[in-house]
């Protein structure tokens, strides 16, 4: 199958409110274009150098989306361009986007990265830290970043119960966020492996990479 043939399928297997971020981390940019060309607008990558450099190559109405683990001293490199953070996990880092969208004038759109999975390897808030961050007055007066929802990665393992348990507890979350902060709207759950189950507890935007790209030879 060709990377059209796929994004078509997967495309015609979303619900309307459920948006696309095609994940071409490690992809050659000749891999993006033909998504492009098949009319596929919003890209996701983890790394920012890489992801610099896609931009830097590709048409500019390309939505780029920052899917991993930001390191502070990099947000600099993407401010000027990127759509939308999914990996925030705290005030620092929210801070530095902060500081950096300001010097651009542009306000960046995040998403707050919550832990749900059992892997205690993967990133992200817990519950907890999550409660209080979005109540903080810190956040508050943050005026150039807008939060608005939430990510998770649930646990990478054939028992469906336990994913669909945690994609629940993310959506649950999410709604509780959504008490305490205006604008919520994105709940950024799903891969390859997963979104149809994501979608089935209330995700609005899907992570696919390997079933558009194929496998990454990393
Ligand atoms: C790589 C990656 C994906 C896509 O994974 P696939 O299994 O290839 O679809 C989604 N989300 C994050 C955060 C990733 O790093």
């Excluded at 959506?171 to 008490?179: G, P, S």
Aim: charge should be neutral; glycine fraction near 6%.
């Amino acid at each position: 199958m060709s990377i059209q043939q796929n994004l078509l399928r997967i495309k015609t297997e979303l619900p309307e409110n459920v948006t696309l971020v095609a994940v071409s981390k490690t992809k050659p940019v000749s891999d993006l274009q033909e998504a492009y060309s098949a009319g596929q607008r919003v890209f996701g990558e983890n790394k920012i150098q890489e992801m610099t450099q896609k931009h830097e190559a590709l048409p500019k109405d390309i939505a780029w989306h920052m899917i991993g683990h930001v390191q502070r001293n990099k947000v600099k490199y993407m401010a000027p361009y990127v759509s939308l953070v999914h990996g925030v996990d705290s005030l620092r880092l929210l801070k530095e986007i902060n500081k950096q969208a300001a010097k651009h004038e542009r306000t960046i759109d995040c998403l707050l990265q919550v832990h749900i999975a059992e892997e205690s390897t993967k990133f992200g808030l817990d519950e907890a830290e999550l409660l209080e961050l979005i109540s903080s007055d810190a956040l508050a007066s943050l005026s150039n970043i807008r939060i608005l929802g939430l990510m998770g990665m649930a646990t990478f393992t054939d028992n469906e119960d336990q994913v669909r348990r945690e994609f629940k507890h993310l959506k649950t979350l999410f709604d509780r966020a959504a008490t305490v902060l205006d604008g919520l709207e994105i709940v950024s759950m799903g891969m390859s492996g997963d979104y149809k189950l994501a979608i089935s507890e209330g995700s609005t935007m899907v992570r696919i990479g390997s079933s558009i790209f194929g496998t990454r030879n990393t």
